[in-house]
C-alpha cells in the first residue's frame, strides 16, 4: 500500500497561495489595458479635423416687392356668432351667413358610465375615442360631481343603436337616452 507524505502537503498548497485574487487582479488589468487601447481608438484627435480657410459667404434675402395697399372694407359685426358655422366666419370676401338649426326635435345619446373621478372619466374617454367614437364628459353640479361619459348626440335611435353595437363587440355596456334637441 503506498504511504502518503502528510509533512509536506502545508507546503505544496501554500505555493498556491492568492489564486483568486491574481485572476482578478489580471482581470481588472487586462480590462484597463482594453479599455485605454478602445479609448484611444474612438476619441477624436485633431489630425482627425481638416482646417478650412474661411467660412461661407452668407447673403440676405431680397427686399420684399412693395404693392399698394388696399382699403380696408368696412366689416359689419354678426349679430350672434353661435348660429355660424367654422368656414362662414373665416376672413375673406364673403359675408357671414347663420347657419340653418339642426332639423330635430330630439337627440339619442349613449352614456357608458358616471364617475366621480375626472381622471378615470378622460381615461374612459381615451378609450372610446379610439373605437372612432364621438366621446364626451360632462360634469354634473353636485357634491362631488359626477362625470357622465356620453357617445353622440345622434339624430335617431337607429344611429345610436348601431353605436351600441360597436360597444357590445368591444365590452362596454351603454344605456340609451333621449332627451329633447337645443334649440
Known amino acids: 500500500m503506498a504511504r502518503r507524505d502528510y509533512k509536506n502537503a502545508g507546503a505544496r498548497a501554500s505555493g ?20 485605454g487601447v478602445m479609448a484611444w481608438y474612438l476619441l477624436p484627435r485633431a489630425s482627425d479635423f481638416r482646417k478650412v480657410e ?5 447673403h440676405a434675402p431680397p427686399a420684399a416687392i412693395a404693392t399698394p395697399a388696399e382699403p380696408a372694407k368696412p366689416v359689419t359685426p354678426p349679430p350672434n356668432p353661435s348660429n355660424y ?9 364673403k359675408v357671414a351667413k347663420p347657419g340653418q338649426p339642426a332639423p330635430g326635435k330630439e337627440q339619442w345619446w349613449l352614456q357608458v358610465a358616471a364617475l ?8 374612459l374617454r381615451a378609450k372610446l375615442t379610439l373605437l372612432n367614437l364621438n366621446v364626451m364628459v360632462q ?9 357622465r361619459v356620453r357617445i353622440g348626440p345622434y339624430k335617431s335611435q337607429d344611429a345610436a343603436e348601431s353605436a351600441r353595437e360597436t360597444l357590445i363587440v368591444n365590452n362596454f ?11
Open 139 to 147: 360634469a354634473t353640479v353636485g357634491d362631488p360631481p359626477l362625470h
Open 173 to 183: 355596456e351603454a344605456r340609451l337616452l333621449k332627451e329633447p334637441a337645443p334649440q
Open 116 to 123: 366621480k373621478n375626472a381622471k378615470d372619466a378622460d381615461a
Open 85 to 93: 358655422t367654422f368656414y362662414d366666419i373665416l376672413p375673406g370676401n
Open 16 to 35: 498556491k497561495r492568492g489564486g483568486p485574487f491574481k485572476i482578478l487582479f489580471f482581470g481588472i488589468l487586462l480590462g484597463l489595458v482594453v479599455a
Open 54 to 58: 474661411s467660412a461661407p459667404v452668407v
